[in-house]
């Protein structure tokens, strides 16, 4: 955090001069103009001063929110190679892990499968992009061609496998994240 940025920011948006801040904190304009480019720090003592001019306090103006992302470019994709299974992983939310819900796309060459996954609470959701998977679910199993989706329960063992000729690519969302 750059404290005199945010300093100045609170400033402007009270309508005040630097010379206002000073007159208010017994302060000089040139120490308000210091502290705003990060060239000298305000003793706490003279910051608990600056903000209350400002119609704050330390608590409110050390406590940032962090601004959520919600729009991931191609650069946020974090990709994963997977030669023994013959599949590739792009997790297409970063840090999806810690959400209640994970996405990725799954790619799958021909004979590629994703691994088995044991029993566990929560859902699951695939919708095909491209080519077909088969899906098994304990000692059933399913196809699902592009443009079809699967949804259900993880209570049993599952995977999905491609039996075709050509890659097939899935949209996988678990809940929790479990990929």
Request: glycine residues 6%.
């Amino acid at each position: 955090m750059k404290i005199g940025e945010k300093i100045k920011e609170l400033r402007i948006y009270n309508g005040l001069t630097q010379q206002e801040l000073a007159d208010r904190c017994e302060l000089s304009k040139g120490f308000i103009s210091q502290v705003e480019r990060d060239l000298t720090s305000p003793s706490i003592a003279t910051l608990m001063d600056i903000l209350e001019s400002l119609g704050t306090n330390i608590k409110d103006f050390f406590n940032e929110q962090v601004e959520e992302k919600i729009v991931f470019k191609k650069d946020d994709i974090f990709s994963y190679e997977n030669e023994e299974l013959n599949h590739n992983i792009h997790w297409i939310v970063p840090n999806a892990q810690k959400n209640k819900m994970e996405p990725i796309i799954l790619e799958l060459l021909p004979n590629g499968k994703s691994k088995v996954e044991d029993p566990h609470d929560g859902e699951e959701f695939g919708y095909v992009l491209s080519g077909s998977v088969i899906l098994h679910l304990g000692r059933r199993s399913f196809r699902v061609k592009k443009g079809e989706t699967f949804y259900f329960r993880p209570t049993v063992a599952h995977y999905i496998e491609n039996a075709a000729k050509s890659k097939s690519t899935v949209l996988w969302v678990a809940t929790p994240p479990s990929f």
